[in-house]
């Protein structure tokens, strides 16, 4: 069984739903506390032991790959005031020469095509791919996207992270179904998956999250799979394709699911991480406390 080297970050949206703000700016670039929202994929990928970096980017997305970059002089800046911590903090995250790669979706025809222009640069091997709309935050420490490599070793099938909704949010996401009796401590074994259903025609409420290890035979699958919801070609009806032949096991989360895809979740999500911060935890929760919410 081939080890999981290769992520893709699929950047190529244009977060329409964040208008003004992503006009010019992409909206992975945008700040949650202190890093933009994309380098928490990256930093879970890398302690996960991904090697290799796939970003499939688009018009105007620039500043990502300058940021998974060296800034000489602001290095040389931080190294001569000895201010060593932050030279840290913007230095660890760049992956090593040679393996972070971009390519460009020149046609934003959906999150199933983003991930099918990576198919020459991942070759025949298994890859994770990482929504860095979705940060993971995992309660017990343990690292979601190790957990889901190593279901992925255990059962030999591709993996998703998944989470249960409220009703109302069933019709938002990628759906699992979970059949009967397929229920394991920490796994899920697929039956099905259905993109945005219908509360009524929901097979679970078992929603996608942005986290998945795939078989590369998911390729020959994204090419058959014609545009659905939304008239874009969707990863979820591949994958649907994908459990008929191969199986598929469903990684339950155990930590917290943070959507930084819109405002709302985008705020919640800067709330929570600046909570997990020792030295601001204390300053929000009095400044939360003062807040009159009766206005
Ligand atoms: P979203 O559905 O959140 O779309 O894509 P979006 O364009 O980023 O945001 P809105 O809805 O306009 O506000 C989910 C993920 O898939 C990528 C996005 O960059 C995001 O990471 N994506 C989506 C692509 O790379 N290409 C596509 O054609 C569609």
């Not at 994929?41 to 499939?56: D, K, N, P, Q, T």
């Amino acid at each position: 069984m081939k080890k999981v080297r290769k992520a893709v970050l699929p950047v190529a949206g244009w977060g329409t739903r964040f208008l003004p703000a992503t006009k010019v700016m992409p909206k992975e670039m945008l700040a949650v506390v202190d890093r933009p929202v994309i380098q928490y994929a990256v930093e879970e990928a890398l302690a996960a032991g991904i090697e290799e970096f796939i970003f499939v980017t688009g018009r105007g997305k620039q500043t990502i790959e300058n940021h998974f970059d060296h800034n000489f002089e602001l290095e040389h800046l931080l190294r001569e005031k000895n201010r060593l911590e932050e030279l840290e903090s913007i230095t660890r995250i760049i992956p090593d020469e040679g393996k972070i790669f971009y390519t460009r979706q020149s046609q934003r025809r959906g999150l199933g095509h983003a991930v099918l222009c990576t198919r020459e640069i991942v070759g025949d091997e298994p890859f994770a791919v990482l929504l860095p709309d979705d940060i993971i935050w995992s309660k017990n420490k343990k690292n979601t996207l190790k957990g889901m490599l190593d279901l992925y070793e255990e059962k030999g099938t591709s993996v998703v992270l998944t989470s249960r909704v409220i009703d109302e949010n069933v019709t938002r996401y990628g759906i699992i179904d979970p059949g009967v009796n397929q229920f394991e401590h920490n796994a899920i074994k697929v039956q099905g998956f259905v993109e945005k259903p219908t509360l009524k025609d929901a097979p679970s409420n078992y929603a996608i999250m942005g986290r998945y290890i795939f078989s590369p035979r998911i390729f020959d699958c994204l090419e058959k799979t014609k545009p659905g919801a939304g008239q874009e070609i969707q990863l979820t009806d591949a994958m649907a394709k994908l459990v008929k032949s191969d199986g598929f096991n469903a990684y339950l989360l155990d930590g917290e699911h943070l959507d930084c895809g819109d405002k709302a979740g985008y705020v919640k999500a800067t709330i929570y991480m600046a909570l997990q911060k020792p030295h601001l935890r204390d300053d929000i929760i009095e400044y939360i406390k003062s807040l009159d919410l009766t206005k």
